[in-house]
């Protein structure tokens, strides 16, 4: 029996000459009645693979000829040395076995010429057909750095001794406002899907003290922008003992070991994705510096931007403030007013919030958000009373700081948008298997 190996093996360059079996989809193929080439197709890459009729054979030559886009099949064959085709390999078929044919009656939808015709795989075919799409080189590029991205944050998070934590899905209180709560109903209550973990995990704050987790978070987005989904990756830290400084630099060390397993690990793909790596190594090595908000609207006023002091940094805001960052940029100090009530006012002036967005650069804007929260039960109560939040679905999180509250924060990095940003998407749909947006819970 010969060994079965993946395509990636066949470029590691220790097949050169020797009979291998290859299993994977034809995703081109073409020829005459006596020879064919077919581009075979597995999760590690493609290879073109040569099949004459009069080496293997009238049937299963036929078998080839009739095969359609994306029939998988399983190979066996001679691996030649080949600079002419892609990846300088071919390998030249002795047989051949179907597995799983097409139906000739609705043959595969997702072709190079419904690709191109479409712009960045955003049309609504395409978007419909998500489920075959997702085997187009673009999207198995997007879905390794995706998972690249994940495995960066786990490691960094354990390699501290933070511990991995979990919250419900489903709860009582709003983190981020009430206008982008999903509402479900609950045995005759109303519930919602969680908007953030991390009034949850401030609750096991004084028994772990590091905690993280990557989970969904859910928000009715109306506006439908590149960077904004219903159902998003969430990855949140929270730290005792911390102030805002301290989270912000948790948040800067996490990017940039982020940006460095990309270049460890995923070159080609974002090679194949036409993405600049001297940007990546960039925003691996060079410190990220941090910015006043007063300073951000003085900007953008300049710019003769439409912003008034107290607003929200929007996407259109940010997106042209950081046009022409050359790193990611921490803007903090945000106007109490802008920010939800768990924001700890600053002692040394409590117009504004002990608080921190990260602004990636390139247009991109918004990755991360955090800061210290408030901690203390006077400035928590007093908080929630003014915003006029009523404190019944907030209680357990008013005990917290009733019972030996500390110091601390932590933040929520979109682990979607860096995935979106690091890659270079135009639309942050692309990064994501499924995109939930206002419009889409199909397919
Ligand atoms: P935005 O102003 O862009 O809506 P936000 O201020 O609501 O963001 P936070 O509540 O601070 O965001 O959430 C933390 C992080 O979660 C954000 O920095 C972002 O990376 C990510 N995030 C928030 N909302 C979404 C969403 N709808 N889709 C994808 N990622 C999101
Ligand atoms: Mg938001």
């Not at 060994?3 to 079996?21: L, N, P, Q, T």
């Not at 519930?191 to 609750?203: I, K, M, P, R, V």
């Not at 990260?358 to 800061?371: D, N, R, V």
């Amino acid at each position: 029996m010969q060994k079965s190996i993946f395509i990636e093996d066949i470029r590691s360059g220790k097949y050169d000459g020797e009979v291998v079996d290859l299993k994977g989809w034809i995703t081109r193929t073409r020829g005459s009645n006596k020879i064919r080439f077919i581009v075979l197709r597995d999760s590690t890459g493609r290879i073109q693979c040569v099949a004459k009729r009069d080496v293997v054979g009238d049937a299963v030559f036929e078998n080839l000829k009739a095969a359609l886009i994306e029939t998988s099949i399983e190979l066996r064959g001679i691996v030649n040395v080949d600079d002419r085709s892609d990846g300088g390999y071919e390998l030249v078929i002795q047989s051949a076995n179907v597995i799983g044919e097409v139906n000739p009656e609705s043959p595969f939808p997702i072709t190079e010429s419904a690709m191109a015709n479409s712009d960045g795989g955003e049309t609504e075919f395409l978007l419909d057909h998500r489920h075959l799409y997702l085997r187009t080189s673009r999207m198995t590029q997007m879905l390794k750095i995706r998972s690249s991205v994940f495995g960066a944050i786990h490691r960094y998070f354990r390699e501290r001794d933070f511990t991995e934590y979990h919250a419900p899905n489903f709860v009582a209180g709003a983190v981020e406002g009430g206008s982008t709560l999903f509402e479900v109903p609950y045995f005759g209550r109303k519930a919602y899907l969680t908007q953030s973990w991390q009034l949850y995990a401030e609750a096991a704050m004084p028994a772990l003290e590091r905690l993280y987790t990557i989970a969904p978070s859910f928000r009715a987005e109306k506006s439908r922008t590149r960077r904004h989904l219903t159902e998003f990756w969430h990855a949140e830290m929270e730290i005792a003992w911390a102030g805002n400084s301290d989270v912000m630099e948790h948040g800067e060390k996490l990017v940039r070991t982020i940006a460095k397993t990309l270049l460890d690990e995923r070159t080609e793909e974002l090679t194949e994705l036409n993405r600049d790596l001297d940007l990546i190594s960039r925003y691996a090595d060079n410190p990220y510096p941090r910015m006043r908000y007063d300073e951000a609207v003085e900007i953008l006023q300049d710019m003769k931007v439409d912003i008034e002091w107290g607003q929200d940094l929007d996407y259109s805001k940010e997106k042209v403030l950081t046009q022409d960052f050359d790193v990611p940029h921490f803007l903090t100090h945000y106007p109490k007013i802008a920010k939800p009530f768990y924001h700890r006012p600053d002692p040394e002036d409590p117009k504004y919030v002990l608080c921190h967005d990260l602004l990636a650069p390139e247009g991109y804007g918004e990755i991360i958000g955090g800061g210290e929260r408030t901690w203390s039960e006077a400035e928590i109560l007093q908080r929630i009373d003014e915003e006029g939040t009523p404190r019944g679905p907030y209680e357990f999180y008013i005990d917290i700081r009733r019972y030996g509250g500390v110091p601390h924060g932590g933040f929520g990095l979109g682990v979607d948008r860096i995935c979106s940003w690091l890659s270079g998407a135009e639309h942050i749909r692309e990064v994501i298997p499924f995109p939930r947006d206002s419009r889409r819970v199909t397919p």
